[in-house]
């Protein structure tokens, strides 16, 4: 078993796609032939289809990413949450999380809180965020 997709439910399935894609590097995508004919068979239309969006990471590492328009609105804190990592394969210093952190605000996220302190002995310093329909997200 592995996971197909990490799913967003949103307003703005193009917007938030175009927001995560530009963050992670990933590439906007047209749904794939097969998702397409799986999705109709299952009793989508046309038209719920075109209220879906998708990014991938081209290098095949990340997880795929599916953005679908619901009608009601985000009400409380996510359930599960990104963490995104400033510097992929090591520990970034305070400079780096910030200047992502400012990247990512240039690109329509929110900064909610710094975490300066420790988890247990662990040191730990991190940016909650929310992208632009408020989902939580972490830099660290």
Known sequence: MKIGNLTFDCADPEGLCAFWAQALGYAQRELPPEMRAELLAAGLTEEELADR?????????????????????????NRLHLD??????RMADRDE??????RLVALG??????HDGAWGRYPEYHHVMADPEGNEFCVQ
């Not at 969006?53 to 804190?77: C, I, M, N, Y």
């Not at 999380?97 to 400012?102: F, I, L, Q, S």
């Not at 996220?109 to 710094?114: E, F, H, I, K, P």
């Open 109 to 114: 996220a929110t900064l909610l809180r710094t």
């Open 53 to 77: 969006a998708l990014a991938e990471d081209e290098s095949g590492q990340g997880p795929r990413l599916l953005f679908q328009r619901v009608p009601e609105a985000k009400t409380a804190k």
């Open 97 to 102: 999380v910030d200047a992502e952190a400012d």
């Open 84 to 89: 995104l990592h400033a510097a992929p394969g």
